[in-house]
């Protein structure tokens, strides 16, 4: 059992740069590995990024990858979504999520736990 509460999001001008953050419960933080999932106005949920449980390896959807980092600090029970140069594009309510899945980890089915989400808008 996984609880998830993301932080960081809020307003930014196109350009600018965000850093969220996804707080888990519990002590077995390295057993899942981690994605973060974004949602915008009407359009459905979609993949950004994710981290397996090592953080030894990364995956991207196309639309941010060299903008967007992902990363995770099992110490502190921590994952990561540094965001640079955001797009008004990026404006959604992003999601934490949490799978015991290695593999297929862009895909949405693979994820047990899901975090409340933390709204992003990017706008001048």
């Known amino acids: 059992q996984v609880t998830l509460v993301e932080s960081g999001g809020g307003s930014v001008r196109p350009g600018g740069s965000l850093r969220l953050s996804c707080a888990a419960s519990g002590r077995t933080f390295s057993s899942y590995s981690m994605g973060w999932f974004r949602q915008a106005p009407g359009k459905e949920r979609e993949f950004a990024a994710a981290?397996?449980?090592?953080?030894?390896?990364?995956y991207y959807n196309d639309s941010v990858k060299g903008r967007f980092t992902i990363s995770r600090d099992n110490a502190k029970n921590t994952v990561y979504l540094q965001m640079n140069s955001l797009e008004p594009e990026d404006t959604a309510v992003y999601y934490c999520?949490?799978?015991?899945?290695?593999?297929?980890?862009?895909?949405?089915?693979?994820?047990?736990?899901w975090g409340q989400g933390t709204r992003v808008t990017v706008s001048s």
């Open positions: 999520a949490a799978t015991r899945g290695v593999s297929w980890l862009r895909l949405q089915s693979q994820y047990t736990y």
């Open positions: 981290i397996s449980r090592s953080g030894d390896s990364t």
